[in-house]
Structures are given as C-alpha cells and as structure tokens.
C-alpha cells in the first residue's frame, strides 16, 4: 500500500482569519459611520467604550480594537484620563514612511529625495501662479516682514530653517488651503529629519535669503515667469547636494 502524501488543509484557519478580519473592519466602519451620523467634527468628543458597545451592539474587545485601529490612521485621539474625540488630521505617519524609505534609497542611490523635490517644486509653482492670478485675495505684507526677517538672519551667519518654513507657510495662507500648509510642512519635516544624511547645504544664508526674495519680489510684482523662475532657483541647492550624494553612492567603493 503506497504512502499518499499528508497534505494540510489552511482553509479553516484561512476562513476563520478572514472572517475576524471582515469582522474588524465592519467594526471600525460602524464607529466610522457613527461619527458622520452625528455630524461631528475634529476634536468632538466620542461615546465612551460602553455606549459604543450598546450603540453598535458590539462587544469590548470589538469595540477596543476598532477604536486602536483608528488611532492608528488618526480617525479618533485617545487621550488617557479625558476620553476619546474625533481625531484631527495629521500626515505624521506619511512624513515618517516618506523620511524611512527616503533614508533606504539614500544608500543605494536610487533618488526618493529627487522624486519628493519634484513634486514639491512642481507643487509651489503652481500655487505661486494661483497667487498671482488672485491678486484680490493677496496680502504679502506679512511675507515681507519675514523676508526682511531672513535677510537680517543671513547678515548673522544663519537663515534658521523655522523662518525658512514660516516663509512658505506665509506666503500661501492667502489661498485659504489649510492642506497647503500641511502638505508643505510634511516634505520640510522629511528633509529636517534626513538633515544628516543630506549634510551643511551647498548655498550660502545670503543666496538663501536672495532667493526667497526673489520669490517675494515675483509674486508681489504678478510677473508669472520671474516667480517660476525663481521658484526653479530655488531647489538648486537641493538639487545639486542630492546629486552629489548620488554619485556618491554610485562611485568606487574606497
């Protein structure tokens, strides 16, 4: 009589898996639909863990692992000792993945930085022609207080990298975008954390200072070529830092 191979049979486990899996994500969308029943907002307070269970007739354990798993992707903000709220959105988990794998392809090489400033350039160009096409909306007075603040930090040694920012942010808040901002200060952060890695910039505080006036200088004058081109000079420095660490990286091994 011939031995027949034992074959194992995953489909139970598989099924009981995939059903606790569905079961969890029934769940989370019960708390999510929830919170769009009762129209609330950012920083709203939740039902506490035994309301949620009578509303959704669920049990404990259901309940906390669905409220854990939104956390995670910043749908609810558990404060221990005040309770659980609608969660405010955060792209903390984006800047950390973007900063993490930009950091991996550093040491091979391979250019996430590139990719990341291209977009980011891409990004404000566009938004500096929105500027200039609504010159109605534009207030650039406290964009020049800044400027002059970056000029008189540059006679000093250093542009600090929160004026830096603050320039951006400033410079855009006439758009009325709040995801601007965010979006913006998520690729500075990527950088502030790869800081190392990237080493001293290339440029002097002076031509830093320089450029973002001329960015300035551009936009208050409605000239759409001049703040193109300047937004372009703008990442040179970027640019030709992440370029020397490519080759870097592609040269001889000493």
Same mark, same amino acid.
């Given at each position: &009589? ?45 039902? #506490? ?7 959704? !007739? ?25 309770? &659980? ?9 984006? +800047? ?8 991996? #392809? ?8 590139? /990719?990341? #400033? ?7 160009? !566009?938004?500096?022609?929105? =500027? ?7 207030? =650039?007075?406290? +964009?020049?207080? +800044?400027?002059?603040? &970056? ?19 400033? =410079? /855009? ?16 952060? +990527? ?6 890695? =990237? ?31 300047? &937004? /372009? ?22």
């Amino acid at each position: &009589m011939t031995d027949r191979p034992t074959r194992l049979n995953h489909t139970a486990p598989d099924r009981r898996a995939r059903a606790r899996l569905s079961r969890a994500v029934e769940v989370q969308e019960a708390v999510k639909g929830l919170i769009l029943e009762r129209r609330l907002a950012a920083g709203d307070p939740l039902p #506490t863990e035994s309301e949620l269970m009578e509303d959704l !007739g669920i049990s404990r354990n259901s309940v906390r692992e669905a409220l854990k798993a939104l956390q995670a992707v910043g749908i609810v903000d558990i404060r221990h000792g005040f309770g &659980m709220f609608v969660g405010r959105m955060s792209l903390t988990g984006f +800047v950390d993945e973007l900063a993490f794998h930009s950091r991996i #392809t550093l040491q091979d090489g391979r250019n996430a930085l590139g /990719y990341l #400033t291209e977009i980011r350039e891409v990004l404000e160009s !566009g938004l500096v022609q929105r =500027l200039i096409d609504r010159p109605q909306e534009l207030d =650039l007075a406290p +964009v020049a207080e +800044v400027t002059e603040r &970056m000029e008189a930090e540059a006679l000093a040694g250093i542009v600090s990298p929160e004026t830096d920012r603050l320039f951006h942010e400033l =410079l /855009y808040r006439p758009l009325g975008n709040p995801l601007v901002g965010r979006l913006l200060g998520a690729f500075w952060e +990527v950088f502030y954390q790869l800081r190392d890695e =990237l080493g001293t910039p290339d440029e002097t505080p002076a031509d830093v200072a320089r450029r973002h006036r001329d960015i300035y200088t551009a936009v208050a004058a409605g000239d759409k070529a001049a703040a193109a081109a300047a &937004m /372009y000079a703008h990442f040179d420095g970027v640019r030709g830092k992440l370029a020397r660490l490519n080759d870097r990286a592609d040269g001889p091994v000493p």
